[in-house]
T-cell receptor, first 115, second 113 residues
Framework: ETGVTQTPRHLVMGMTNKKSLKCEQH?????MYWYKQSAKKPLELMFV???????ENNSVPSRFSPECPNSSHLFLHLHTLQPEDSALYLC??????????????FGPGTRLLVL | KQEVTQIPAALSVPEGENLVLNCSFT??????LQWFRQDPGKGLTSLLL?????REQTSGRLNASLDKSSGRSTLYIAASQPGDSATYLC????????????FGEGTQLTVNP
C-alpha cells in the first residue's frame, strides 16, 4: 500500500463508548498530523507529532488522546465524546514539521458520528 | 491571528469554461500558500504550492498566483471538465507557526456536462 491510510473509514459510536482511529503512512515521513473537518468550518489542526514527539496540541479536549508509537503510525483514542464531535477526521504526514517548502499528504479520513 | 477566506463558497459552470477561484488571507507574513482539492468524503490532494518568494505556479490546466503584499491568491482553471468538480481549499503557513496550515472554508465547484 502507498500513501496515507486510515481505518476505519466510517464509525458510529455512543457517547459512552471508547474507540480508536488509526493512521498509517508509507511515505517515510517524520511528521504526522490529526485534523478535524466539521460541516461549514475550515479544517482545524488538532495534533502534530514530529519524530514521534508531540509538537502541537491545538487546545483539544482531553476526550481526544493521540498516540504515536513510531513515525509511521498515529492513533487517536476517543472516549466520552459529544455529538458535536461528529466530523471527518483526517490524518496527514509530511517529511518534517519544520520544512515549510513541503506539502502534507492526507489520508481519506474517518467519518465519525457520535450519537 | 491568520484568517483565510475563499470566495465564492460555491460555483457552478458549464463544461469548457475558464474560471477563477479566489483566496485572501489577513496576515501577509507567510511561508507559502497551497491549493488543495477535496472530493466528497475524501481526503485532500495537494494541487499547487507557492513559496512566499514566488508569484505563481502552474500544473497542467491549473495556474495559481500569489500577491503576498495584498494577501491574495487566485486559482485559475482552464477549459473546465466535469472531473474538476470538487471542493478547492486554500491554505497558508504563517511565518510564525512551523508547518501549521491555516485553511479557508473552500469553494465547492460543479462543472456541468
Amino acid at each position: 500500500e502507498t500513501g496515507v491510510t486510515q481505518t476505519p473509514r466510517h464509525l458510529v459510536m455512543g457517547m459512552t463508548n471508547k474507540k480508536s482511529l488509526k493512521c498509517e503512512q508509507h511515505l517515510g515521513h517524520n511528521a504526522m498530523y490529526w485534523y478535524k473537518q466539521s460541516a461549514k468550518k475550515p479544517l482545524e489542526l488538532m495534533f502534530v507529532y514530529n519524530f514521534k514527539e508531540q509538537t502541537e496540541n491545538n487546545s483539544v479536549p482531553s476526550r481526544f488522546s493521540p498516540e504515536c508509537p513510531n513515525s509511521s503510525h498515529l492513533f487517536l483514542h476517543l472516549h466520552t465524546l459529544q455529538p458535536e464531535d461528529s466530523a471527518l477526521y483526517l490524518c496527514a504526514s509530511s517529511q518534517d514539521w519544520g520544512l515549510t517548502q513541503e506539502t502534507q499528504y492526507f489520508g481519506p479520513g474517518t467519518r465519525l458520528l457520535v450519537l | 491571528k491568520q484568517e483565510v477566506t475563499q470566495i465564492p463558497a460555491a460555483l457552478s459552470v458549464p463544461e469548457g469554461e475558464n474560471l477563477v477561484l479566489n483566496c485572501s488571507f489577513t496576515d501577509s507574513a507567510i511561508y507559502n500558500l497551497q491549493w488543495f482539492r477535496q472530493d466528497p468524503g475524501k481526503g485532500l490532494t495537494s494541487l499547487l504550492l507557492i513559496q512566499s518568494s514566488q508569484r505563481e505556479q502552474t500544473s497542467g490546466r491549473l495556474n495559481a498566483s500569489l500577491d503576498k503584499s495584498s494577501g491574495r491568491s487566485t486559482l485559475y482553471i482552464a477549459a473546465s471538465q466535469p472531473g474538476d468538480s470538487a471542493t478547492y481549499l486554500c491554505a497558508v503557513i504563517p511565518s510564525t507557526s512551523g508547518s501549521r496550515l491555516t485553511f479557508g472554508e473552500g469553494t465547492q465547484l460543479t462543472v456541468n456536462p
